[in-house]
């Protein structure tokens, strides 16, 4: 068996989405963004090939804190259990760090016991789990009184309540974009206010930002913290906002062990996913 990782090409689509169309019982999501993948020069599609064929795919992004973000790991069921996935995952590293890239990130499903065995033997550690809640049908949002969009005046105690909260803790100091994890350093969290994407309430604040996939937009709480009504408040006011582009739906990202969890859900929101967070520094190469 000959195998070999490359840079990913458009006519490679078609042998992998043969199999990959069947994934999560058809409802995979990259058949919708493989073109775009293909596209994005924020990250690098890769293929495995075994004999000449495309077997399994993968990719490398590289966020705006510096570090790398493995996603979209795919093997042919027939070539399962022989290390093609360790194959890409050593290859995207290695990729990362020819950028200088110190810190490398993925998520999977909770559930994924193959995918941890596999994570963990390219030396990932579990660092931290999350949950993504959606508002129930039906549910009603409009702008609160009392949440405010935060601007640099604000900068110095957005950064101390976001860094010294229990979200943070809990959460490994990241915040959650479209199901991709990136750290709230000083840096980041600066560039978010900058953005208009940090809004306080009193002592609680939410970063939130447009998220998507393939040609699906949704709003997005990817960072919560606060107590009291105020972390609700913010809820409310963030998705009931009219601007932007209309959102398909409305997630909330919370680490597992958060006290929000209840009041998200006294406030009308169910679970819709768990999520493990793998971390592994370059260190460890």
């Known amino acids: 068996m000959n195998t070999r990782v490359r840079l990913a090409k458009p006519a490679d689509k078609g042998q992998l989405m043969s199999f990959i169309k069947d994934v999560w019982g058809g409802h995979d999501y990259i058949p919708r963004i493989w073109d775009g993948w293909l596209k994005d020069e924020t990250g690098r599609l890769f293929v495995v090939e075994v004999d000449g064929v495309p077997v399994g795919m993968s990719r490398v992004k590289f966020l705006e804190d510096g570090s790398a973000w493995l996603e979209g790991a795919r093997v042919h069921p027939d070539f399962r259990g022989r290390g093609l996935a360790s194959m890409l995952g050593e290859n995207l590293m290695r990729t990362a760090m020819d950028r200088g890239v110190k810190v490398f990130r993925l998520t999977s499903w909770s559930r994924n016991k193959a995918a941890h065995r596999s994570i963990s033997r390219i030396d990932f550690q579990e660092s931290s789990r999350i949950s993504a809640y959606e508002p129930k049908k039906g549910a009603r949002f409009a702008p609160q009184e009392g949440v405010r969009l935060a601007g640099m005046d604000d900068l110095s105690r957005v950064t101390k309540l976001i860094r010294e909260s229990r979200e943070f803790r809990l959460g490994s100091g990241v915040f959650w ?18 953005e208009g994407s940090v809004w306080i309430a009193g002592e609680s604040v939410a970063v939130a930002r447009l998220g998507g996939e393939g040609n699906e937009t949704w709003r997005q709480i990817c960072f919560l913290t606060g107590k009291g009504n105020a972390p609700t408040k913010l809820v409310k006011h963030v998705f009931g906002l009219k601007q932007g ?16 969890i209840g009041t998200l859900r006294r406030a009308g929101f169910s679970w819709l996913t768990s999520l493990i967070l793998f971390e592994r520094t370059a260190a460890k190469g």
């Open 177 to 194: 974009d479209a199901f991709t994890a990136a750290s709230l350093n000083p840096v980041i969290i600066k560039k978010l206010v900058g």
């Open 245 to 260: 582009p209309k959102a398909a739906r409305r997630i909330v990202y919370l680490p597992q062990g958060s006290r929000l």
